[in-house]
């Protein structure tokens, strides 16, 4: 027995030495648990500054898609996404920047939080957005944290509208340093214009609201231009809150190499007219001149579009006989192209154009309109395509002046022109605000009804998990349902 | 400390119960002796001795020998699983030395099969199913895996087999993905390619949670047992075996159409290749090809194409005739597959132990040009009796997987198929494009007649390489203790290694998706290593010949580490150079580690009462490093029940044999998903992408419960077996139901809330379903005979409680309903037909609307075996009833417009620009509907007319694909494939004599025909993302011995 017992002993000591404890197995040795604010930091910027959007541009008819029949261009849309999970990133950097005491991140964390919930209010209508972000915030788990209710969009544009003022307001320089910032390099200053021109956008899209005394648009817009010096705005080009585009595989353009983009994408007949119609340069780096026309690029006549209504046969035949215009080689080919914008200097110019014209600020309407113009212009001239000489004879043409009586509507369409594969569905949002510029609808490609949807439904996640909320916001907004016609209280 | 204690437990516990027992009553003599097998005279063991009509009783230790107190007067009887029991009278002797016969193998009581840690046990002592298909089976016919081989031959075993070169079968056992154990050893990695399918003395397939409840949460799906042939004792024996098999020919291929060629809206100019014309697109939506017209030099319809030569006088491209010079392009294409698998193992033994030791080789090259895999296996095994009471056992195998290439799979521009069977026109012919770099521009531009979506497949076959090389170990040593005749201990000590290397090689204008290479050259290496020690005890008594109790218990832990590191360039500065120091811009690269460990005590316990009742409990306890302390560790309990009723009751003449079985068991599972990330229980940061190399992190859409437990599965099993006449016809049948709760699943939360979802336990499935076996031999002469065997199974999976949804729904599944429901977005009238939009194209529903089943109805094998003299003649046939499986292939066929089914006048319309066609189906006239929250329709108040919309054919199927012409592409899974035929001669001894022991040689085929419902695709994957056509293998096998 003597000998059972040592080899007992020994194959008890191989079975159970040399483990390592159970506990040491609950740390991931991959993934980090927590992190400086400026990592999230990072990611928020990637994701909220990348802008560029084919949907959109189909959908303002910019461009048409000739690979099989789109429901963004033919307006047969559905449902939508929401954004909440970078609100979570958001958030989240809140959480990191309170654990560790930087405070700017805190403030900037609330503007994206705005931003996204303007995103989506835009999308839908009402959202949830003062009971969001408890299972995050405060590790709830119960049913009022993971099936939030819904805000009224009104709602939801007052604390928007109260959190940027706080977040301009309290950005501090003299706080710790922001690092991780790919848009400003941690610069207060320009994060400061950068909210104070988002609010300026967020407030003119609540022009239809301009006698709601509890949002008080006007004083507010007001209150930031008549005060340059608490609250600065985007000052030039160089201020854009842009992302850049780098050559190095996942910073490139978004559609760099894309084989859709070098065979699908054409412009719309509409939006050549009104490029040709004002003589306007800017086609040349938007558009291909067509195969047929044998015409040089800086010709105006080399250029023709697609028709975004027609059926789809209707335009690849047209594009097979090389009479449309694809869309700019740089898109596809350039791998840094142009920045991204999330707000950039000509949009405020023509926020502060259109607040003159409507009588918010004093100013004169057309100096902001031909700054905005201008640096449109300047922002879009790649590799220099057109010469400063040619932007000035471009802004003395005129029907390019404004127009007593139709002056909102020439803000408008320069927007949308500055606006073309750029700062996401802005374009399509102003045309639903203001009706500028008129999208065709006559072509047999047409869905819905020939109508141009006003929002989209909400997401089938939403109905899954949070269903009564959505249906009685539903309820509450939509006599005819959850449908792409509805018109939210902003366009009422 | 805790798991320290209890084994500490269990061994006392264990050691009292040996010196309990140890007593024996008094008898006259010491009788002692060795018992041996009377087929090879090797020593047995573990052969039970009783004094007949007595409690006294012994068996043999590892060394074959035994002790036992006799009277003169009494009898011995020897008894042993697999072996005739025999009698022996003492008579006076006190050494008595025995030859026991092995017991004829269809006898369904002797039938012993491998269980649960390795122990042989009664197949009719069971309470739950175990199938055991011997290595024979695979010796002949080959296929790339071991696996592969048991297709259509287990009842409940699904095994899909891909057409695609060194892709691992996928293997289901119920539904679920078993475990697999070679040796006794887990290998949790499964890789299919590492085991020698000629090293395999038996596979032995334990079906369910109760018999798999030993292993633990691995065993939660059942297991696959391998065991391996080990060292015979008696003089040297080598076995050469080598088969040869081409693959000669198409079991399936697709059908494409040859009348049209590329272009779009039937106009087809070629400008550069990359898009600014017809070209560009892709489409094969093109003019009709072989047009006659006066008017060209050819007497054809001409345009330009991609190898037009250049007019020197004006730059520009000749127009070339537009003939259909690419009709057999896919066969042009592919080349004759082999695949070679030849073996040598010798085996030599003697009274103290054995050795065998093997190597093989299998050579396969693709049917794809330039693709090919190799795979060499060294093993060396042996055991010795190192004293009379302690013997080890060790093995120790080395296997070799290397590719320098082999193609990539799934629906995208890397797969050949894309280029050659999905998007190029029959203009094109393949051959002409062997020659793939565009003069001038070696290694820099692929040639290619379109250079904006596709490659050439020439140029991906040679250029764009996946290599691969992975070296596995493993082996285990046991150490067997024989402490007294009742009482052993065995330790055992496995592990499982491996080491990886993939390396991928991408070439200058290679064109994916979203890219135009500048070359690439990415490195992935791993390396895994597991180690699995178990101690066991066993303890078996005999009381009497109505009592009989076998109690094991055992304890063990596991630990695996894995190791993975992929770097890759970004962009190549020197063409065709790999090397990460030639990288553009900076090197990408990430890890990772992951450990894992497990730690257990268990016990089992098999009591036979009355000859006819088998009782099988066991008990497991585990702790695991997968969960959050507070909740590691946990018990699993089975219990088994077997009555052999043809052994107590006088049946009916024709039923020779009748056992009853039910077993019951529940078993947890602390790991998540698959397991495969052992810190899935830890909510922490992802690694976001870089910026300007600017690094970023991302907090988790998906939270986690904190206190996670594990995932439960109770399940319960009934079955019956059956022999009638003589055992010649036995049926075998199995119900069972599992019950699986606790599941860790992500339970989905509005998004609002900060997280989409959860980690966490939740929700109710039931495992329902049915397996049958027939086996018999219909007829059986002195010359001839015929064996043949049916396999059926049926199996489903339905949600019974959504435990976190208010409206009793997980996903689009609701409680109740089976979980196997396939969903489309088409919009449909309630009885099935299209809706149209205005604008003459299929509308899309806002909801998710059920379409029908993906689970197979019924899988079935059939095995048939005729063996006439020398000769022998074996098939096997099996396949699928039923479900729906989605077709990628065909749906991009009818979209490209390669789909012979799109050669009709409305094409010829479209091509002349008319708007002809009309989508069956209807539009809706008036009225509306309106829905739930779950797209359930409340009311409904639609009239519906026949849709009148004449549009453009291209343009319908370059939107719609066709779909609903189509089944929406879904197709029933109904098959029928005649797997594998193997026809042998077997030499006649007096030819080998001198030379051979024996010798056998046979033509073998296999995947010779296929019967499918599923148009242009094997359906034996059970999914279609653009397969490799499905191909004939036929050859030869010569197997001897000497």
């Known amino acids: 027995m003597k000998r059972f017992n040592i080899i007992a002993g020994v194959m008890m000591v191989a079975v159970f030495v040399s483990c390592k404890k159970f506990d040491s197995f609950q740390e991931n040795p991959n993934n980090p648990t927590t992190a400086d604010p400026s990592l999230l930091l990072t990611n928020l910027e990637m994701n909220s500054f990348s802008t560029i959007a084919t949907d959109a541009a189909l959908a303002s008819r910019q461009l048409v898609y000739t690979q099989s029949s789109s429901n963004a261009q033919y307006y047969g849309w559905q449902r939508s996404g929401m954004s909440y999970s970078n609100i979570s990133q958001a958030v989240k950097m809140e959480l990191e920047a309170a654990r560790v005491g930087k405070s700017n991140y805190r403030y900037l964390g609330k503007f994206f939080k705005s931003y996204y919930a303007i995103l989506m209010t835009q999308t839908f209508g009402d959202i949830p957005y003062s009971q969001m972000m408890q299972s995050l915030t405060n590790n709830k788990f119960d049913s009022t944290a993971t099936r939030p209710v819904y805000d009224k969009q009104q709602e939801v544009y007052l604390n928007v509208l109260n959190e940027l003022k706080i977040a301009s307001d309290s950005l501090s320089g003299s706080s710790v340093a922001i690092t991780g910032d790919i848009i400003y390099g941690?610069?207060?200053?320009?994060?400061?214009?950068?909210?104070?021109?988002?609010?300026?956008?967020?407030?003119?899209?609540?022009?239809?609201?301009?006698?709601?005394?509890?949002?008080?648009?006007?004083?507010?817009?007001?209150?930031?231009?008549?005060?340059?010096?608490?609250?600065?705005?985007?000052?030039?080009?160089?201020?854009?809150?842009?992302?850049?585009?780098?050559?190095?595989?996942?910073?490139?353009?978004?559609?760099?190499?894309?084989?859709?983009?070098?065979?699908?994408?054409?412009?719309?007949?509409?939006?050549?007219?009104?490029?040709?119609?004002?003589?306007?340069?800017?086609?040349?780096?938007?558009?291909?001149?067509?195969?047929?026309?044998?015409?040089?690029?800086?010709?105006?006549?080399?250029?023709?579009?697609?028709?975004?209504?027609?059926?789809?046969?209707?335009?690849?035949?047209?594009?097979?006989?090389?009479?449309?215009?694809?869309?700019?080689?740089?898109?596809?080919?350039?791998?840094?192209?142009?920045?991204?914008?999330?707000?950039?200097?000509?949009?405020?110019?023509?926020?502060?154009?259109?607040?003159?014209?409507?009588?918010?600020?004093?100013?004169?309407?057309?100096?902001?309109?031909?700054?905005?113009?201008?640096?449109?212009?300047?922002?879009?001239?790649?590799?220099?395509?057109?010469?400063?000489?040619?932007?000035?004879?471009?802004?003395?043409?005129?029907?390019?002046?404004?127009?007593?009586?139709?002056?909102?509507?020439?803000?408008?369409?320069?927007?949308?022109?500055?606006?073309?594969?750029?700062?996401?569905?802005?374009?399509?949002?102003?045309?639903?605000?203001?009706?500028?510029?008129?999208?065709?609808?006559?072509?047999?490609?047409?869905?819905?009804?020939?109508?141009?949807?006003?929002?989209?439904?909400?997401?089938t996640d939403e109905y899954n998990n949070n269903r009564v909320n959505v249906e009685n916001a539903v309820k509450d907004q939509y006599p005819d349902g959850d449908n792409i016609n509805g018109v939210m209280w902003l366009l009422q | 400390m805790k798991l320290a204690a209890c084994m500490a437990f269990l061994l006392a516990l264990l050691s009292s119960a040996c010196f309990a027992q140890t007593t024996l009553p008094a008898g006259n003599n010491k009788v002692t002796g060795v018992v041996h097998s009377a087929k090879d005279s090797s020593v047995l063991s573990s052969v039970s001795i009783m004094v007949k009509g007595s409690t006294r009783g012994t068996t043999t230790n590892t060394a074959g020998t035994y002790s036992i107190t006799a009277g003169t007067g009494e009898v011995l009887v020897f008894s042993l699983l697999g072996h005739i029991t025999r009698e022996v009278p003492v008579a006076g002797s006190t050494s008595i030395d025995v030859y026991m016969q092995v017991g004829e193998m269809n006898q369904l009581s002797e039938v012993v099969v491998t269980t649960a840690l390795g122990i042989k046990k009664q197949q009719k002592a069971l309470g739950y199913a175990v199938q055991e298909v011997s290595g024979e089976t695979m010796a002949k016919t080959k296929v790339p895996t071991a696996i592969g081989a048991l297709t259509g031959k287990v009842a409940g075993l699904n095994v899909k087999n891909t057409t695609d070169l060194f892709q691992n079968p996928e293997i289901t056992l119920r539904g679920v993905t078993p475990l697999i154990v070679i040796d006794g050893i887990p290998d949790p990695n499964a890789d299919p390619y590492k085991l020698n399918a000629d090293d395999i003395e038996s596979i032995s397939v334990l079906k369910g949670p109760a018999a798999g409840a030993l292993y633990g949460a691995l065993g939660i799906n059942g297991a696959i047992l391998y065991t391996t042939k080990k060292g015979r004792k008696g003089k040297l024996t080598v076995e050469v075996n080598s088969s040869t098999m081409f693959q000669t020919g198409f079991t399936k291929v697709p059908k494409v159409q040859t009348q049209y060629g590329n272009g779009d809206a039937g106009k087809y100019a070629y400008i550069n290749g990359s898009g600014n014309g017809t070209e560009g697109g892709g489409w094969i939506w093109g003019p009709k090809l072989d047009q006659k017209d006066p008017s060209t030099p050819s007497g054809y319809y001409e345009t330009t194409q991609y190898n037009s030569p250049v007019d020197p006088a004006t730059g520009k491209l000749v127009p070339l005739p537009w003939i259909s010079r690419g009709k057999d392009n896919i066969k042009n294409f592919f080349r004759t597959g082999i695949l070679s698998t030849n073996s040598v193992s010798a085996s030599v033994g003697s009274e103290k132990g054995s050795f065998r030791m093997s190597a093989s080789h299998i050579a396969q090259k693709g049917v794809v040009p330039n693709t090919g895999v190799n795979n060499t296996s060294f093993s060396f095994g042996g055991n010795y009796a190192l004293t009379s009471k302690l013997s080890m056992d060790a093995k120790l195998t080395y296997n070799r997987e290397y590719s320098d290439n082999y193609p990539t799979v799934g629906y995208g521009p890397p797969n050949i198929l894309y280029n050659l069977l999905l998007w190029i026109g029959p203009d094109v012919d393949i051959r002409d494009l062997k020659d793939y770099w565009v003069k001038g521009k070696e290694g820099l531009q692929q040639k290619n007649y379109n250079l904006s979506w596709y490659n050439n497949p020439y140029f991906v076959v040679n250029e764009l390489l996946n290599g691969y090389k992975r070296s596995n170990s493993f082996g285990q040593t046991t150490f067997d203790y024989q402490i007294t005749n009742d009482l052993s201990a065995r330790l055992r000590t496995g592990f499982n290694q491996f080491s990886s290397d993939k390396d991928v090689k991408e070439p200058y204008s290679y064109i994916a998706y979203d890219y135009i290479s500048k070359g690439n050259y990415s490195v992935t290496t791993a390396s895994y290593f597991d180690i699995t020690t178990d101690l066991i005890i066993n303890y078996k008594h005999r009381f009497s010949n109505n009592f009989n109790i076998n109690v094991t218990a055992g304890g063990a832990n596991a630990y695996r580490n894995e190791k993975q590191l992929y770097t890759s360039t970004d962009g190549l500065t020197i063409p065709g150079y790999y090397n990460m120091s030639n990288s553009i811009s900076p090197i990408v690269s990430s890890n990772y580690l992951r450990e894992r460990r497990t730690a257990s005590v268990y016990g089992m316990a098999d009591i036979e009462a009355f000859r006819f009742l088998y009782f099988n409990f066991t008990g497991r306890y585990d702790k695991t490093s997968t969960l959050p302390l507070q909740n590691n560790g946990f018990f699993y309990p089975s219990a088994g029940i077997s009555a052999v009723l043809s052994d107590v009751l006088q049946l009916p003449q024709p039923i020779s044999f009748l056992k009853t079985r039910a077993s019951w068991a529940k078993v947890n599972t602390g790991f998540i998903s698959n397991g495969s990330d052992p810190y899935a229980h830890i909510l922490t940061y992802n690694i976001g992408a870089k910026w300007n190399n600017v690094p970023s992190l991302r907090w988790p859409a998906r939270a986690i419960q904190p206190d996670l437990v594990p995932a439960t599965v109770k399940s319960g099993e009934y079955g019956v077996a059956a022999g009638f006449f003589g055992n010649r016809i036995t049926i075998d049948a199995t119900y069972f139901r599992n019950r699986e709760y606790n599941k860790i699943v992500e339970v989905a939360q509005s998004q609002a809330s900060g997280f989409t979802s959860m980690l966490k336990n939740a929700n109710v499935y039931e495992r329902k379903g049915w397996e049958f076996m027939i086996n018999g031999v219909p007829v059986k002469t002195k010359d001839f005979k015929w064996e043949t065997g049916v396999n059926l199974s049926t199996m489903h999976v339905w949600l019974k409680d959504a435990t976190d949804d208010p409206d009793g729904y997980y996903q689009n599944i609701k409680e109740g309903s089976r979980t196997d429901k396939i969903f489309i977005s088409a919009s449909r009238a309630p009885d099935g037909q299209a809706i149209y939009n205005s604008n003459g194209m299929q509308a899309t529903d806002p909801y998710a609307r059920f379409f029908g089943h993906s689970d197979a109805d019924w899988i079935y094998g059939w095995q048939n075996t005729f063996t006439y003299k020398n000769l022998s003649l074996s098939f096997s046939v099996d396949g699928r009833l039923g479900g729906l499986i989605y077709s990628t292939t065909n749906q991009k066929m009818w979209w490209g417009g390669t789909a012979p089914g799109t050669v009709n006048n409305f094409r010829d319309d479209a091509n002349a620009g008319k708007s002809t066609y009309v989508g069956p189906g209807v539009v809706v006239e008036s009225g509306k509907v309106d829905y739930d929250a779950h797209g359930n329709i409340i009311s409904d108040t639609r009239k519906f007319a026949p849709n009148t919309k004449a549009v453009n054919y291209i343009g319908f199927m370059q939107t719609t694909s066709g779909q609903m012409l189509n089944n929406y592409f879904y197709y029933k899974g109904t098959y029928l494939k005649m797997r594998e035929l193997v026809l042998t001669y077997n030499v006649p001894g007096k030819f080998t004599k001198g030379v051979f022991n024996s010798a056998s040689v046979s033509f073998i085929g296999n995947n010779l025909f296929l019967l499918a419902k599923m148009p242009n695709v094997d359906p034996d994957s059970e999914r279609d993302q653009l397969q490799t056509p499905s191909m004939r293998s036929m050859g030869i096998n010569i197997n001897f011995k000497f």
């Open chain 1, 186 to 459: 941690g610069n207060i200053d320009k994060w400061k214009r950068l909210i104070n021109s988002f609010t300026l956008r967020v407030l003119m899209s609540l022009s239809k609201k301009e006698s709601n005394a509890t949002l008080n648009i006007k004083q507010r817009f007001d209150e930031i231009v008549s005060n340059p010096a608490k609250y600065p705005l985007l000052a030039s080009n160089s201020d854009n809150g842009q992302l850049k585009y780098y050559n190095v595989t996942g910073n490139q353009y978004p559609f760099y190499n894309s084989n859709s983009m070098k065979t699908d994408y054409y412009l719309d007949s509409t939006f050549v007219d009104i490029l040709q119609d004002l003589q306007d340069p800017r086609l040349f780096v938007y558009g291909q001149p067509t195969v047929a026309s044998g015409l040089p690029a800086n010709d105006f006549d080399a250029y023709d579009g697609l028709s975004g209504s027609a059926n789809l046969s209707a335009n690849t035949v047209k594009k097979g006989q090389g009479k449309a215009s694809q869309i700019n080689r740089r898109y596809a080919y350039e791998a840094i192209n142009e920045p991204s914008l999330l707000i950039g200097y000509a949009e405020v110019q023509f926020l502060l154009a259109e607040a003159a014209v409507r009588g918010w600020i004093g100013g004169n309407a057309g100096d902001y309109y031909k700054k905005g113009i201008e640096a449109s212009l300047n922002f879009s001239n790649f590799g220099n395509t057109y010469s400063s000489a040619d932007i000035q004879t471009y802004l003395n043409q005129p029907a390019i002046a404004l127009q007593p009586g139709n002056e909102i509507s020439q803000i408008i369409t320069q927007k949308y022109i500055s606006m073309f594969m750029n700062t996401g569905w802005q374009a399509f949002y102003e045309q639903r605000r203001t009706g500028t510029p008129v999208f065709e609808t006559a072509g047999g490609g047409i869905l819905n009804g020939g109508k141009v949807p006003k929002r989209w439904m909400y997401p």
